[in-house]
T-cell receptor
Framework: QKEVEQDPGPLSVPEGAIVSLNCTYS??????FMWYRQYSRKGPELLMY????GNKEDGRFTAQVDKSSKYISLFIRDSQPSDSATYLC??????????FGTGTRLQVFP | GAVVSQHPSWVICKSGTSVKIECRSL??????MFWYRQFPKQSLMLMAT?????????EQGVEKDKFLINHASLTLSTLTVTSAHPEDSSFYIC??????????????????FGPGTRLTVL
């Protein structure tokens, strides 16, 4: 079993839809949870950073962490074609090492 | 702020040659940098952790003599792929760690990624 599981998609939604992206994990030591956006042939760009459980909102993006279920989510409201990219979840414990999910490819069509 | 650059952005080389990739933190100092490898439609796999002034720490299965890492200063780490072969063709991405302070009593940090280097070995 992988430490971090993420559905690779692709996920295709119409412009304006609410998008839900999820990851599950097995290591209860993870405390820091991140979502990155990666455009084709580019490096990942940090979108959201959450410590421990709870919700965090930034503009159209909301990150949720449920440590009891070992489940994290990223919601994108009013999705735009420019949101089309691969979204990677990542997490770490008390070390610097980030464990990434495989990424979910999102396509928002006009 | 928190910009990380990589050079070159892409490189094509012949089998058997060595290739050096540079990773720079442009507006902050990074005592720790990381090197990742990403194959098409796959996630990032950590290759090694680069610490300024000391030897890099390699992940299991990564040949340290093949992937030479030098963290010469607080803003520069280099990865040299020695005697490259076609199976080394991949997208290599670095990240630099910047400390943010504390949250919930623990110090935490954030990694900022470079734009990646696409290596093609013929």
């Amino acid at each position: 079993q992988k430490e971090v599981e993420q559905d690779p998609g692709p996920l295709s939604v119409p412009e304006g839809a609410i998008v839900s992206l999820n990851c599950t994990y097995s290591n209860s030591a993870f405390q820091y949870f991140m979502w990155y956006r990666q455009y084709s042939r580019k490096g990942p760009e940090l979108l959201m950073y959450t410590y421990s459980s709870g919700n965090k909102e930034d503009g159209r993006f909301t990150a949720q962490v449920d440590k009891s279920s070992k489940y994290i989510s990223l919601f994108i409201r009013d999705s735009q074609p420019s949101d089309s990219a691969t979204y990677l979840c990542a997490m770490s414990g008390n070390t610097d090492k980030l464990i990434f999910g495989t990424g979910t490819r999102l396509q928002v069509f006009p | 702020g928190a910009v990380v650059s990589q050079h070159p952005s892409w490189v094509i080389c012949k089998s058997g040659t060595s290739v050096k990739i540079e990773c720079r933190s442009l507006d902050f100092q990074a005592t720790t940098m990381f090197w990742y490898r990403q194959f098409p439609k796959q996630s990032l796999m950590l290759m090694a952790t680069s610490n300024e002034g000391s030897k890099a720490t390699y992940e299991q299965g990564v040949e340290k003599d093949k992937f030479l890492i030098n963290h010469a200063s607080l803003t520069l780490s280099t990865l040299t792929v020695t005697s490259a072969h076609p199976e080394d063709s991949s997208f290599y991405i670095c990240s630099a760690r910047r400390e943010f302070g504390t949250s919930g009593g623990d110090s935490y940090n954030e990694q900022f990624f470079g734009p990646g280097t696409r290596l093609t070995v013929l």
